[in-house]
Structures are given as C-alpha cells and as structure tokens.
C-alpha cells in the first residue's frame, strides 16, 4: 500500500474546498491577474523596466541584509565571505536600480539562455522517452522553448525592449485566466442552498 499518494490528493481536495469557499475571490483575483497581463502585453517594455526595478531594489535590500549579518557574525572573520557576497549584491542591485534598461538586458540575456538550454534538455528527455505516452508533447514543447530562447538571443538587443515584459504578462494572463475559471466552474457546482 502506498501511503504517499493519499497527500498530495488531500492539498489538492483542501485546495478545492478553499477555493469553492471563497470563489468570488478566485473569480475577482483572476481577473485582475488577467487585466495586468494584458497591461503589460500591450506595454512590454515598461512592465519589464518594472520587473528590473522591483528585482534591482530586491539585491539590494537583500545584500544589506547580509551584509549586517557578517557584521553580527564578526566580518572580518567567520563572516568576512558573506561580507563580500553581501556587498555584490548590494552593486548588482543598485546597477539595476540605476541603469534599468543594462539590467534588463541582462535579465534578457539569461533568459535567452535559459530556454535554450531547457528547450535542449527538453528534446533529449522527450527522445529518450519515446515511444511512452506524452513523448510527443515534451518534444513540442522543448522545440518551442528552444526556438524562444533563439528568437530572443537572435533579435538581442532589441529583444531586451519586449522579452521579460512580453513574458511576464503572458504568464500573468495564463494564471488569471486559470484562476478566472477555477473560480467560475467552483461556483457552478455549488449546490443551491448550501
């Protein structure tokens, strides 16, 4: 008897249940996810500026924070290595607080390579499991991933201009809309009355 199949199924029974209970929230949240997604479609450079900033300010905070704890630790000596990884982070995060368009070609670069590796990887997976079900799925979608990361690499820089942004609302759209269904179909099998 296996017994850890039995929780996984209750996360995702739970999930259901807190989802049915507050479906209006589901619906609305994933409207919202589904509106911003469409924003930063229409607007990919700015959304990926955005992205740039927020990740820019995310360093830079985190490098402080190590930083004060190399010194809690005694920087100059068990923590003198956290000392300069903090102060890295530290000049990666003010970078791209300072020169967000650098920085988000950066994010675009490593995003280029990202799925072009995947998209590699992907394909070999998806040869090795062939002929067993799915294969075919895996191997489509390895050659769009690799294909992506070809066309950002190819058009880079001007990629940098829409790439992340692009990206990120098509993510955000996928996930409203999911939500946004999730939501709609949960209310209709609410029993009336209950």
Not at 72 to 82: I, K, P
Not at 154 to 166: D, K
């Amino acid at each position: 008897m296996n017994t850890a199949n039995p929780i996984p199924q209750d996360i995702a029974n739970n999930f259901i249940e807190a989802v049915r209970s507050h479906s209006r929230i589901a619906v609305v949240s994933g409207g919202i996810m589904l509106l911003c997604g469409v924003l930063a479609v229409a607007a990919p450079l700015a959304a990926g500026l955005s992205i740039t900033l927020l990740v820019g300010a995310l360093l830079a905070a985190g490098g402080i924070a190590q930083c004060l704890l190399a010194f809690r630790t005694g920087a100059f000596g068990r923590g003198l290595l956290v000392f300069l990884v903090g102060v890295l982070t530290i000049i990666a995060g003010v970078f791209m607080l300072t020169q967000p368009l650098e920085g988000l070609a950066a994010i675009t670069l490593f995003l280029a390579i990202y799925f072009f590796a995947t998209g590699i990887v992907e394909l070999v997976a998806a040869l090795q499991m062939r002929p067993s079900i799915g294969w075919g799925w895996l191997c489509f979608n390895g050659l769009v991933t690799l294909l992506l990361g070809l066309v950002i690499w190819a058009q880079f820089p001007v990629s940098g201009a829409w790439a992340v942004g692009l990206l990120f609302g098509i993510k955000l759209m996928m996930g409203g809309w999911w939500l946004l269904f999730l939501g709609r179909s949960v209310q209709g099998a609410v029993k009336p009355g209950a």
